[in-house]
T-cell receptor, first 116, second 113 residues
Framework: DTGVSQNPRHKITKRGQNVTFRCDPI?????LYWYRQTLGQGPEFLTYFQNEAQLEKSRLLSDRFSAERPKGSFSTLEIQRTEQGDSAMYLC??????????????FGAGSRLTVL | QQPVQSPQAVILREGEDAVINCSSS?????VHWYRQKHGEAPVFLMILLKGGEQKGHDKISASFNEKKQQSSLYLTASQLSYSGTYFCGTDPPNGGSQGNLIFGKGTKLSVKP
């Protein structure tokens, strides 16, 4: 297993355009998470899935953001009508509950979005 | 709800020790520690569940004081490879450890030769 894979690694777009990021989790992990990280800050939770069900979505996530995980495998995060404030690193992580029941996250390398 | 980390930054010489603290205003179920090197993904170090247990990972250990709602990360005899930004992540107040963590702003650790 090669870990969590994210594509594209970098995306530069103009304000108002739509962008989509893809995440392929570790195959045996049933949970998949999206986080956003800006310079000098810790990762900020956006949403997560268990298999194909989206279980939680952050209140900070505007309606322009949508995430899917069809068939419980890879996931996509789409941002519509991008704004300059959307510029950030979008991190995907996956997990499965360990023996303690706690979910330990394995992060991908991230997709960096720059909105001009 | 965001945990508060201290210090914000620390510079060490190789072989020196450091302590990074993480405090929350809310009751905690677990505390997760991650290290992120520049331009790379955060990497999991350890998780501590409520109960005051202490864990170790090579020369890096951590404690969790449930009553004080804080955790500390101890780096002993630091190595150049320890350089990076350390984040603590805590669970939201609704309990359990679902992975939807709230991360602190990080502590930047620089180890010099």
């Amino acid at each position: 297993d090669t870990g969590v894979s994210q594509n594209p690694r970098h995306k530069i777009t103009k304000r108002g355009q739509n962008v989509t990021f893809r995440c392929d989790p570790i195959s045996e992990h049933n949970r998949l998470y999206w986080y956003r990280q800006t310079l000098g800050q810790g990762p900020e939770f956006l949403t997560y899935f268990q298999n194909e069900a989206q279980l939680e979505k952050s209140r900070l996530l505007s309606d322009r953001f949508s995430a899917e995980r069809p068939k419980g495998s890879f996931s996509t995060l789409e941002i519509q009508r991008t704004e300059q404030g959307d510029s950030a690193m979008y991190l995907c992580a996956s997990s499965s509950p360990g023996g303690t029941g706690a979910n330990v996250l394995t992060f991908g390398a991230g997709s960096r979005l720059t909105v001009l | 709800q965001q945990p508060v980390q201290s210090p914000q930054a620390v510079i060490l010489r190789e072989g020196e020790d450091a302590v990074i603290n993480c405090s929350s205003s809310k009751a905690l179920y677990s505390v997760h520690w991650y290290r992120q090197k520049h331009g790379e993904a955060p990497v999991f170090l350890m998780i501590l569940l409520k109960g005051g247990e202490q864990k170790g990972h090579d020369k890096i250990s951590a404690s969790f004081n449930e009553k004080k709602q804080q955790s500390s990360l101890y780096l002993t005899a630091s190595q150049l490879s320890y350089s990076g930004t350390y984040f603590c992540g805590t669970d939201p107040p609704n309990g359990g450890s679902q992975g939807n963590l709230i991360f602190g702003k990080g502590t930047k650790l620089s180890v010099k030769p």
